[in-house]
């Protein structure tokens, strides 16, 4: 097998080094009977060759996003990463390293991820930010329990605009955890109260900026009756690339911002692997969950990183850790600060400008649809629309025209009638105006 | 010299030797570059992307848009390209030598998983686009799914989760899940002591309380301690097996009829899994749930930190809780079945969901092309060699070296201890380090946290004869060193790295988590 | 020591003091291994790829089946990996640092143009599969064309070339075509002193005698030289324009229209067109042949030695003999002319074929790409930014170092000799070798060979001011040094190289061009 | 633009420190009249995003060899490269490094150079080998070259078997530089007589091995007769996994092998880069042309590598050059070198095996076919077939259908009546059982 040294003759050296006649001798601690002869039920080694025709096959019956005029977002979106991001992150001491556990010999993975924790505390206007978490989902899990733990309260309150799938998750978390969700009705518009649901047990609200719908709105006051509670507000945001041009939520009053990096440097990959941006304030520091790397100088006094703070974990602390979170998403939190790098703040600010007139665009000329209603109204790159007709249905049509128009709320929020002829539509700079043109007429088509 | 609690230094000593003689005026070292954080180099007005002009500047955001600067550098292509190039020279890797980390399982990563995992068809394709446009990576889900079923003997995966340690929340979720089926209020979860960090993070995390179970002196786990710990209150155990001594547990068997016996459920931390692929099947131990580290035993790659990736396998027992989403066979297709209530109408009963959507599908890409690639003959030969190579460089250093648990082989991982250093002035760290000057990354020290001065090593299958050869040799030598008393070698070590030692203790008192413009500057004027 | 007529030392000094105090058992240095060859460390019987047994065994080999083995070590893929990354990570290259090659041009490589190259539809097509398969690739020949003749104002681009001293070759052969045409058998061409030796290489290779030019004072060539070198036998002049010295010929104009007088053609060597891309037309001065490397000019990788591309364009009295293959249009669409006959149907005169195919697609995609990334007013830039980098460092430079022609401006490359160093023990070379321990590529030395101890710097546009900036910063530390009688930092250099100075005359006296079993293990005892 | 480091701001304060007003001061020695204003007729500088849509759309107008049953070859073979090869030749240690004129910093390219002398010749049976030529073509040309060099003759006998674009090659050389060729016939079966042709002031036979038609035949006869007039034989190899299986030039007396490379590790990529292959005996090294890399040690002792033997080259020697060769084909022989290693003994034995029995079983169908007959009576993975028809037009036929079928020998041999009906068809190890069903089954609804 091409993957594997050893050849038999030196396995076999090497057992009577060893001093034991057969391999299954060092399997001795295994209950005898529980020792497998073979593994019968699956195929034998293959070539590349073979492995690759396969899997290309499996490949080949899917469509992929770029093929198609492709408008779904939702929480993942499709965004052009330049060539150098996916060539570097593929380096051999950047793919093929551990976690830098050895600081003298993985110091280009410490300042990159000193480098990342820079770039998301700038992005997000906090103060300091972690080394990643799993993905934005996960981050907004761990926010909850950061914030319960901070105000010794357990309680949160989760706005309706927050990604259904994100609900979930902290659902779970807290009900195992034994601590409690106010979950709000979905709500499209941003228009939903959702300070009068904060109480003197609240330990957070949680709000996704832009909402799961597309919809933008000031943070501010909710932080302000959050922090006049006790409470914390944990901002959630799904599409980093609009804090390239929408005031960030740390400006608001934020006290925790969970996000998804993955729009920047990473691709969409069915959803996963992404990686969790996670940010604070510098006070909440010895709270936060996950791995942060920081300054310090090695012997000769030059300057180094090394992973610190590390009471904070499991390894060191155990049970009493902030979380279990050990592995995280180092590799795609290199691509994005690779790309971040890139595009720096001219870039990212112009990217974030023409993925705002690409959308408006295209609401825009949604809009003229008989029938077609944009509710979303003030947006970054995504917005919700109304169809005269089943949403679900309906995109499952495009598709067939070879148009991918969006992700219909049903899909997130089931059993919730009230959402069955809502769109969620993205766009980004990929879009073309034939892109646009491409949706307007097939929805038009098939509604 | 500050210490912790495992003995482990955590501030260097002052240098009294230079590592290296000749000093430069750049700083570098012919090729180790020395390289500026892109917030020194960089400037807000360069980019390395060229965008057109927006067609319209009209904004729809509501009053929100951002005023004044980010704050975020940007460089051009060529100087990004450098900036990272440079940087990841000096790291460490697989590809660049033999990287024993005990307990991490660091392998070859092949390059055939990356490519299939950037076919468009894999890497292109989004979460939430219809589900006719992505059978072929539903197909490929199930498959994966088939064969970590295979290879475990279980009834179910959860392919959710996203490492190892979030697979330890699925699995005793899933526990916690069943008990609440059943209407029991069970509040303890056993963890041997030489367990991972993870699994007490874990079982806290879901509020359980933590009860530790000993270890005997020959380092595993013995039934009868366990049978005393159990009792009504007991919910789960959570035992690692092989355990993080690099020992197959012998009592496993009686262990898990014990806890299944008092109610309770047996979570196997599947960590070490590398050692007994297609040899011992987990669900013929009476495992109820393990995750399966796929950057561990399936190859993916660590990428300095992840992503990872841990599905886990369950019995019979706790199919039924595994959490949204799942894919089913829908007609001559497949489906994502993606709420409780369609779960439900499906006869499960899942606890939840995990995370934002289906797992780490860019993994599940890559473990399986290795797993088609091994094919079953290859995978069994990889963990036999695994083990045959731990052994081989147990048996090398046994003379040397000190066992703390006695003579006997191990599975994929050796462990040794500190004693062989007593005396010498030689501490475990001061070998690892040392070790960085001959080319190698360290084992896993210091873990696991039941052995005084612990060394752990992992060579994998990966590493041909002569590899490990020159590691054994090396290791004798270091040991031989610090029992002659050369104990500079290990002191002023790493001199050849591009760091020296660095100080952890000023790191975590006057934590720098960020560039700021003000300190950097002073600093660069000190 | 032994020196070469340009004063460069071809065996080191012996070593007084090591460049790396502290020695290490294995011979690695931290991050820089030692690494064997693969015969040392392969075996007959390993391999790194898997392939399923031939269906059948039957031969039909006419009797010519090989008979015992050809010696051919194999290694696992891991194995391999390792090798080749320890190996690479010995070189230096632009992604790595500032790469002063004179005349080499060492730009900035971009990704994109690799991930273009690699599209199936580009890197995955046969050049001799049926014409109306590969439309899209004879599509991009043809704009690569349009740009290259756009960017010259030349008539006629033979694209085929697959470096620049083939196209050398190729714009030589049309004007010996071009003279053969009209009868002329003349068999002299004219070539400065300071040419490259690809020139009268080319020259002499196809059976001219070649005439040396001599230099002005400032470096440049005098028409006037040139009219008193022409005469009736003269074919051809082969001029590089920027030259070698890093100077436009000011006279160049001249010098065409003298050369046209006498009945001859004016060749121009192109490799420093990076100096003028979209500043000035090589037709427009009267050129009547000139290659492009694509590998310079026009940002495709040198991948340690090629490969290249070197396109000719052709003036109006040349571009009939350019050679097969060429695109035609045909109606709806493209078409390869694959032959003389063909050709001739056409109106051509082709003087024959320098290649089995149509020239480096790889390479086109990847310069296509450059051209339609930069735009028109990006190549602009670029040139007049690597002509401005240039003169910057020629100015930070210039009170410590000798420019040989004067203090002038210079193109894209600055050319100093060693009078600066004269009397301080220090040698062009030396100087060189005490860049690396800088983390420096050394400039090109010794070439022009018409200067003394030449040091030819081009730092192209692809680098930032702070780059610059260090750049000079360490040029005239060591130049100081230097000066200050610090010899020892020259002629121990390199000390932090993964190789101390290597002995050229022991390996040109006793070559060892392959590896041997027997030389290998003998020396291994030694 | 993307790819220029220099600011605006910076770039004035370098003119200032240059002491000149303006970039064009710098240009001051061009002709006024001739310094360009601007490029009307180019566009300006395009994003990654928009370079990679237009470069696409065209590549798309093309075939992919991959995506089709595929049987041509005739000098490009297209095998399966393991993606480590294309992986291990981006990195940018390798693929941004010159020639390695500095060997101390260049140990990574020299020393795999000195790997790839080795591998070849050890393949082709020879003493020595270069660091590689351009292609095979040009290297048969400069074999040619070298064998007058050698023998102060100027005539080179070429065999009808020799790939008629290498013969043009050859007869372009030796047209201009003053020498002469005697071409034979196109040969398919390889019976033609070649030892006849060989006189006094012959200075090399030619011959191709496997011939350009397939056909493998003892070169030992003809080394004989050419050593016995004092001429030399130039082995030429298109196809060299050949010498996986077969018994190599070197061998049967061959003094040059002259070979292209492009199968092992390199991809089709329309005819270019490739990798000439260049062997020859010791004694002959010093009228070698091209690049070579030794074995030497450094001030410390230490084994290393330089480039060696230069007084051959161009750099060097000027006019009196044994090639004006500068730039060869490096990287294309690292991948050779790098697939090479993986391969190793066993797999390149087996590889060949298996190309060898896919080309059998090929031939064995298609003559199966009414009317079409296999004319090559002893090859590796590549035959020549006369079909009742137009070998092109029958290809062409086959391409409408997907399937392309071989090379017409009219296409390299125009003008040859004789040649017509002949299709040269190639099967490596990419080809599937399915894919000969295809071919059989679409040839004869052409025919
Ligand atoms: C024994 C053991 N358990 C659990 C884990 C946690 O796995 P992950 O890092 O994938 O979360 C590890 C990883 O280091 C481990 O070694
Ligand atoms: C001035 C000059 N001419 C010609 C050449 C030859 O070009 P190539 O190496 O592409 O054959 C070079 C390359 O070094 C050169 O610098």
Redesign the interface.
């Known amino acids: ?7 038999q003759a ?2 076999e ?3 009577a ?4 006649p057969a ?1 299954d ?7 005898a009977d ?3 002869k ?9 070539g ?1 060759l073979e ?2 025709r ?14 198609v005029p ?1 408008f ?1 977002g ?3 979106y ?1 965004h052009h990463v ?1 060539a ?1 991001v ?1 060539h ?22 410490l ?5 990342f ?3 998301v ?3 997000t206007g906090m ?3 972690n ?2 978490m ?5 981050a907004c899990g761990e926010a909850v ?1 950061m914030a319960h733990r901070l105000t010794r309260r357990k309680k949160a309150v989760v706005s309706g605009g927050l ?1 259904p ?2 609900r ?2 902290v ?2 978390l807290s ?4 601590s409690h969700v106010v979950a709000l009705a979905p709500d499209p518009t941003g228009t939903e109260d959702i300070i009068s649901q904060i109480d003197d047990e609240t330990s957070c609200v949680v709000v996704q900026y832009p909402s799961v719908f597309g919809t ?3 943070l501010a006051p909710i932080a302000e009756a959050a922090h006049a509670k006790g409470a914390l507000l944990v901002a959630v945001v799904t599409e980093i690339v609009s ?6 939520p740390g400006e608001m009053g934020a006290d925790i911002v969970a996000a ?1 990096g993955q729009s920047i440097g990473n ?7 992404y ?1 969790g941006l996670f940010a604070t304030r510098e006070k909440f ?1 010895r709270q936060m969950p996950g ?10 006094g ?5 992973l ?4 904070r ?9 902030t ?10 939190a ?1 691509a994005f600060t ?1 790309h ?12 974030a ?2 993925n ?3 959308a ?2 295209l ?1 825009d000329a949604l809009a003229k649809i008989g029938g077609v209603e944009v509710v979303t ?4 790159n995504e917005f919700t629309i109304r169809i005269p007709g089943d949403a679900q249905k309906t ?2 049509a495009l ?1 067939r025209k070879g148009v ?1 128009g969006g ?1 219909p709320v049903s ?2 929020a ?2 919730r009638g009230e959402v069955r002829d809502l769109i969620i539509v993205a766009s980004t ?1 990929i879009n073309t105006d034939e892109d646009r043109a491409a949706y307007v007429k097939a929805l038009q088509e098939v509604l | 010299m500050g210490m912790n609690t495992q003995g482990r230094p955590t501030t ?4 009294t ?6 000093h ?3 700083g ?8 500026a ?3 020194e ?27 004044g ?29 033999l ?1 024993p ?1 005990g307990s ?1 399982t ?7 998983n ?17 589900q ?6 539903l ?2 889900m199930q498959m994966l799914s088939a ?1 970590l079923l ?2 475990t003997g279980m009834k179910a995966v959860a392919l959710s989760p ?5 697979g ?2 699925c699995g005793m ?1 899933a526990i ?2 069943a008990h609440d089926a059943a209407g029991s209020k069970r509040n303890i979860v056993l963890v041997p002591e030489s367990a ?3 699994n ?8 359980y309380t ?1 009860r530790s179970i000993p270890a005997r002196e020959d380092g ?1 786990v013995a039934a009868a301690a366990v049978r005393e710990a159990l009792g009504p209150d007991v919910a789960a155990i959570m035992l690692t097996n092989p355990n993080t001594c690099g ?4 009592e ?2 009686e262990i898990a009829k014990a806890v299944h016996e008092a109610g309770a459920y047996f979570y196997c931390d599947g960590a070490n899994f590398n050692a ?1 692929v ?4 987990p669900g ?2 009476g495992v109820d749930a393990m995750h399966i ?1 796929l ?1 561990k035993t399936f190859s993916t ?9 841990g599905p886990v396998v369950l019995s019979d027992a706790l199919a039924k809780y595994a ?2 989403p799942f894919v089913v066979r829908d007609g001559d297709g497949l489906r994502l079945v ?2 409780a ?2 779960a439900e109408a499906q006869g499960q009963a899942p ?13 599940f ?1 890559r473990a ?2 290795y ?12 963990s ?2 695994a ?3 731990a ?2 460089v ?3 250093l046994r003379d040397l070296f000190s066992q703390p648990f006695g003579d006997q ?3 994929h991982e050796v462990l040794f201890d500190d004693r062989f250093l007593k005396d010498t002035g030689v501490t475990t760290l001061d070998f ?2 040392a070790m ?4 190698y ?2 084992m ?1 020290v210091y ?1 696991p946290l039941v052995v005084h001065g612990a060394m752990l090593i992992e060579p994998t ?7 490990l050869d ?1 590691f054994i ?2 290791l004798r ?2 040991a031989e060193a610090a029992k002659r008393g050369d104990v500079d070698r290990f002191k002023q070590a ?11 203790t ?3 008192r006057q ?5 700021q413009p003000d300190t950097a500057r002073k ?1 660069a004027a000190e």
Not at chain 1, 344 to 349: N, Q, V
Not at chain 2, 42 to 50: E, F, I, M, N, R
Not at chain 2, 162 to 166: E, I, L, S
């Open positions: 097998m091409r993957y594997l040294p050893l050849e030196e396995r050296a090497m057992l080094r060893i001093g034991v391999v001798s060092l399997f001795a601690g295994v209950p529980k020792l497998l073979e593994l019968p039920n699956l195929p034998r080694t293959k590349e492995v690759e396969e899997l290309s096959n499996m490949a080949a019956r899917n469509v992929a996003a770029g093929s492709f779904v939702a929480g993942a499709r330049p150098t996916d570097l992150i593929q380096r051999s001491e950047f793919l093929t390293a551990y976690t830098p556990y050895q600081p003298e010999i993985s110091q280009g993975t300042q990159t991820l000193f480098e924790q820079t770039q505390a700038l992005l103060e300091v930010a080394a990643s799993y993905d934005g989902s996960t329990l990604h799938h994100y979930s998750v659902e779970t009900h195992w955890g034994g933008v709105r000031d804090l390239g041009l929408l005031k960030p998804e691709g969409l990959n069915f959803g996963g692997p990686v520091v791995r942060i790397a920081g300054e310090t100088v090695d012997a000769e030059r300057r180094g990183y090394v610190t703070l590390s009471t974990e499991q390894h060191i602390r155990r049970e009493k850790a979380s279990n979170i050990c592995t995280n998403s180092g590799l795609c290199l690779i971040m790098t890139l595009l720096g703040e001219a870039g990212l600010t112009r990217l400008r023409i705002h007139a690409n408006v665009s609401a109204p003030a947006y970054f995109i499952d598709a991918m992700v899909r997130l089931s059993g700079e | 260097p000593d002052a240098v030797s230079a590592g290296n003689e000749a430069t005026f750049t570098n070292r012919g090729l180790d570059h020395e390289e954080l892109i917030f180099s960089g400037s807000l007005a360069k980019t390395g992307v060229d965008l057109p002009e927006p067609k319209s500047a009209e904004t729809r955001l509501g009053g929100l848009a951002r005023k600067p980010i704050g975020l550098p940007g460089l051009t292509e060529p100087e990004t390209m450098r900036h990272y190039v440079r940087l990841s020279q000096r790291n460490y890797a697989i590809d660049t030598g990287y980390l991490c660091m392998k070859h990563n092949p390059r055939l990356e490519k299939m995992a950037r076919l468009p068809g894999f890497g292109d394709i989004h979460p939430l686009q219809p006719q446009t992505v059978q072929g990576a197909q490929l064969y295979e290879l996203k490492a190892g340690a979030h330890e929340l979720l916690r899940a991972h960090g993870t007490p993070a874990t079982a806290a995390f879901m509020g933590v595993t020992l197959f547990e012998p496993v068997v007994i297609g040899k011992v099947r013929e131990l580290n950057h790659p660590h990428g300095g930190g992840g992503p990872g990736s959490p949204v993606e709420d209530g369609d606890f939840g969901r995990l995370t934002a959507f289906h797992g780490q599908m860019g993994m890409v399986l092309t797993m088609m690639s091994h094919g079953a003959d290859g995978m069994r030969q990889a036999e060699d083990v045959l190579a052994n081989y147990r048996a090398a082989p191990c599975m690892a380090k960085i000057d001959e080319g990354h360290p896993t873990f299958e990966s590493e041909s004869k002569d590899s020159l040799a090396t030598d270091l790493p001199r050849l790295a591009p760091r020296r030692r660095l100080d952890e000023r790191a975590a934590p720098k988590l960020r560039w600093e």
